[in-house]
């Protein structure tokens, strides 16, 4: 319908101005050309991206709407999941990665170090075999000062110990008796105070009382911090303890150590050997970096699809509120809340009404004469005696011919081309559809 009507206008608009190019007399150069037409206006639909339940519709028929401005939102429950899904999805690719490249990063050292650790060993096993001999009583003096200076440690941790518990248990008895005290100055600032009600003591008394009982009270509490210190300082003690009965046995343990080496120099000949197999071992295993390296570029590229997967997501979870597509006004509303709908379907359609415009034809003798930025006055007949201002916004560079139900043959083969007047209309009167005439002031830019 909307098509037929367009037709029949473009009709009417190229019939009159064919009729005014006729009847004008041959030669006659007028200083204005009357034109008509219908106006309209630059309208957008607001159509969904995707498909969902429509909950709101913000603006109804004739509300005036801003670029951006929310004006319908779709059901995002299902939306909201899948971004939460994403987001899961991300946070475990992520993890995965990190991982990757923290066993990429665990297995270069392990076999730096192992390496190193192998290199060196090769280098202190070919060492020890002439130095054998030389060096075992030096090592063996050496073990036994290790030995005793271990055992003299724990002597001294012991004793630590020792003083340690003791501290701690003085600290518990004046503990208990600044707990004593308390009770008994509580007791007595408590009889202080049923004095005080009775009259029998004063003021300064009872408050006297109060203060001794605040004072036992801070020195318990002090008492018990130091308590609560000599029993962490014992605590460090029996560590100490510990640690240094692990020194004698460590000590103790390189002793016998040594004492094998004396037996035989031997093992250090085959010791050595053994290094050097290890050390070409070491060399072997790099694969095993390259397959880690393999794995944090999997885990890497999983990360980027999860990326990709959770913007997707976000950008679908934004398709559910719909915005105005430009400044205007809504000139339609097609679909209701509850509506479920589709891609593509229309819910309201705004036009720039700020912006309106005349299309209208021009005949090809009149052509030469229409520049763009010329002025023009548009007048509708729904606001008699008022003229808007217009001017020529665009002129076709391609003419056209008059439409084809036209009778005779001589019309048919007219040209004409189309011209667009852009009309002021800041105060909202016209309107999409108002039949409209209007006067291009010719040679006047």
């Known amino acids: 319908m909307a098509r037929r009507l367009a037709a029949v206008t473009v009709l009417v608009v190229l019939a009159s101005g064919l009729l005014y190019a006729l009847r004008r007399p041959p030669g006659e150069a007028s200083d204005a050309l009357e034109v008509s037409g219908t106006v309209e206006a630059s309208q957008v639909d607001v159509t969904p991206k995707i498909s969902g339940r429509l909950v709101r519709l913000l ?18 429950d299902e939306l909201e999941a899948q971004v939460m899904q994403a987001e899961a999805a991300w946070r475990a690719a992520r993890a995965r990665w990190e991982q990757a490249r923290v066993a990429l990063a665990l297995q270069e050292e392990q ?3 192992t390496m190193r650790q192998a290199q060196a060993g090769v280098v202190a096993a070919e060492a020890r075999v002439p130095q054998s001999r030389l060096s075992t009583r030096s090592q063996r ?24 518990r003791a501290q701690r248990e003085a600290a518990e008895a004046n503990l208990q008796a600044a707990q004593a005290g308390w009770e008994r100055a509580e007791a007595d600032a408590r009889r202080a105070d049923q004095l005080l009600a009775q009259g029998a003591i004063s003021t300064q008394q009872a408050e006297a009382a109060r203060s001794a009982a605040r004072a036992a009270r801070a020195q318990l509490e002090a008492l018990a911090a130091q308590r609560e210190a000599a029993a962490r300082q014992e605590e460090a003690a029996q560590a100490a303890v510990q640690h240094a009965r692990a020194a004698v046995a460590a000590a103790q343990a390189a002793l016998e150590a040594v004492r094998a080496r004396e037996l035989d120099t031997q ?31 999997l885990a890497r590229a999983q990360l980027d699809q999860a ?6 997501a976000r950008i679908g979870r934004s398709h559910a509120r719909l915005r105005a597509p430009l400044d205007g006004v809504v000139v339609s509303r097609t679909a209701e809340v509850g509506d479920v709908v589709v891609p593509g379907t229309v819910i309201l359609t705004v036009a720039d009404l700020a912006r309106p415009y005349l299309r209208v034809f021009v005949p090809e003798v009149e052509f030469g004469r229409v520049r763009l930025g010329q002025r023009a006055e548009v007048r509708v007949d729904a606001f008699p005696g008022r003229t808007f201002p217009a001017w020529v916004a665009e002129v076709s560079q391609r003419p056209e011919y008059t439409p084809g139900n036209v009778q005779t043959r001589e019309e048919r083969t007219r040209l ?3 011209v667009k007047l852009r009309v002021d209309n800041r105060e909202g009167f ?6 409209a005439d209007a006067r291009i002031l010719l040679d006047r830019p």
């Open 307 to 312: 990326e990709a997967s959770l913007r997707l």
């Open 141 to 164: 003096l050496a073990a036994h000062a290790q030995v005793d200076q271990a055992r003299a440690q724990l002597a001294a941790a012991a004793a630590a110990e020792a003083a340690a």
């Open 111 to 113: 076999l730096r170090a």
């Open 416 to 418: 004409v081309f189309a």
């Open 267 to 297: 093992a250090a000949e085959a010791a050595a050997e053994q290094a050097r197999a290890a050390l070409q071992a070491m060399r072997a295993q790099r694969w095993l970096v390259r397959q880690r390296e393999r794995e944090v570029q």
């Open 430 to 435: 016209l309107k999409p559809g108002l039949p």
């Open 59 to 76: 603006v109804r028929e004739g509300d005036t709407v801003r670029t951006g401005q929310l004006v319908a939102e779709l059901e995002p």
